[in-house]
């Protein structure tokens, strides 16, 4: 039960981006023949906009990473004014103008990385709100400059010119961590993904996506073909087969408790069929009959469910690091299975002591 609400609570968590119409596919870059920044730009320049004019595509966009599988490189972070401060841990992606718009990431403050954001100009970068938070909460960042490096030249500070929306990067349950997005245009990258936002059922774009490809160079490969939302069902694959495995052993051992208990207090309650035609020929009202068996019933079944309560309480923190947003003692959680049994337990003796008091 715990782990059932546990991934029922995982699941509906937001990814941050909108996964309803989104494909996205992988393919790379030889390095032989595509040996410098200019031709890998280039290429992936002329793909996009093949793929912007395909029929029924809204936007399209590439990064080196996309949500859910993964930040990218990380490393460490100064900012300009701050000689003390080192930040660790930071995420990185290369992205091509689009990403945002085809993965459903809204602009907070600022703008998204634009054509004009090429080689030679000054590096810029867009920055998540999960960035803010964690290093400029007191002041806003738009405008402010960060490197990678503490002695880094003045031609390699990034100046910060947006703010974009998290989105998960490392799994549905993960929190999200200070990300920042680069120009590939500035930091051009053999490898991407191709994210396409469709109006028309993502499945039929595919042979057209696999055309473009080909076209503009027949020995790529198009691989890693998969929609936003198998990305986020993937995300919880491991969390999903642990719930349903435990879930089906959890339910094996709640349907053999509840005919443990039905069989039980059914074959008690029948032993005492002659006691309750004594009791009915002497003047006993069936109601008031009825009421005497399933209260000694509850009884005995009450003080096994505390028992049984008890157990699980003190068991259930062995798996208190498999839950997620669910404590080891959820009482909606224990209220069920509690529900669950007292409902055995009531058919149980409810059904054979009808059958008794029908005796003549």
């Known amino acids: 039960g715990l782990l059932l609400r546990s991934f029922e609570?995982?699941?509906?968590?937001?990814?941050?981006?909108?996964?309803n119409g989104v494909i996205a596919f992988q393919t790379v870059l030889p390095g032989?023949?595509?040996?410098?920044?200019?031709?890998?730009?280039?290429?992936?320049?002329?793909?996009?906009?093949?793929?912007?004019?395909?029929?029924?595509?809204?936007?399209?966009?590439?990064?080196?990473?996309?949500?859910?599988?993964g930040r990218g490189w990380t490393g460490d972070l100064f900012v300009d004014g701050r000689p003390g401060f080192h930040g660790r841990e930071l995420g990185h992606k290369d992205i091509a103008p689009?990403?945002?718009?085809?993965?459903?990431?809204?602009?907070?403050?600022?703008?998204?990385?634009?054509?004009?954001?090429?080689?030679?100009?000054?590096?810029?970068?867009?920055?998540?709100?999960?960035?803010?938070?964690?290093?400029?909460?007191?002041?806003?960042?738009?405008?402010?400059?960060?490197?990678?490096?503490?002695?880094?030249?003045?031609?390699?500070w990034r100046t910060?010119?947006?703010?974009?929306?998290?989105?998960?990067?490392?799994?549905?349950?993960?929190a999200v961590l200070p990300q920042?997005?680069?120009?590939?245009?500035?930091?051009?990258a053999s490898g991407m993904t191709i994210v396409v936002r469709a109006g028309v059922p993502e499945t039929s774009l595919v042979p057209s996506l696999r055309h473009e490809v080909r076209s503009m160079d027949p020995g790529?490969?198009?691989y890693n073909v998969r929609t936003l939302e198998e990305v986020v069902s993937t995300s919880v694959?491991?969390?999903?087969?642990?719930?349903?495995?435990?879930?089906?052993?959890?339910?094996?051992?709640?349907?053999?408790?509840?005919?443990?208990?039905?069989?039980?207090?059914?074959?008690?309650?029948?032993r005492r069929t002659r006691e309750i035609g004594v009791r009915v020929a002497l003047g006993a009202e069936r109601r008031g009959v009825l009421?005497?068996?399933?209260?000694?019933?509850?009884?005995?079944?009450?003080?096994?469910?505390?028992?049984?309560?008890?157990?699980?309480?003190?068991?259930s923190y062995a798996i208190r690091g498999m839950l997620f947003q669910v404590s080891p003692a959820d009482p909606l959680t224990y209220l069920a299975v509690i529900a669950v049994l007292a409902g055995v337990a009531l058919a149980a003796t409810y059904v054979p002591a009808r059958r008794a008091l029908a005796v003549d």
Do not use: C
């Open 237 to 270: 694959a491991r969390e999903r087969f642990t719930a349903g495995l435990v879930a089906l052993f959890a339910g094996l051992a709640l349907a053999i408790a509840s005919i443990g208990v039905y069989g039980v207090i059914a074959y008690s309650v029948s």
């Open 180 to 188: 920042v997005y680069e120009s590939h245009r500035q930091n051009p």
């Open 98 to 156: 689009g990403y945002f718009p085809a993965m459903g990431l809204r602009i907070v403050r600022g703008r998204d990385i634009a054509d004009t954001d090429i080689m030679g100009a000054p590096p810029v970068a867009v920055v998540n709100d999960a960035f803010v938070k964690a290093y400029f909460a007191d002041e806003d960042p738009v405008g402010k400059r960060i490197s990678y490096s503490r002695n880094a030249r003045p031609d390699l």
């Open 220 to 222: 790529l490969a198009v």
């Open 32 to 69: 032989a023949k595509y040996d410098d920044g200019p031709k890998t730009i280039q290429f992936w320049e002329s793909l996009l906009a093949r793929v912007r004019a395909l029929p029924g595509v809204q936007a399209a966009g590439a990064a080196t990473v996309i949500g859910l599988e």
């Open 160 to 174: 910060i010119v947006g703010i974009v929306s998290d989105e998960k990067q490392e799994g549905l349950g993960a």
């Open 291 to 315: 009421w005497l068996v399933t209260r000694e019933t509850l009884a005995l079944v009450g003080a096994g469910m505390l028992g049984g309560f008890i157990a699980a309480a003190a068991m």
């Open 9 to 19: 609570r995982l699941n509906s968590v937001p990814p941050g981006f909108d996964p």
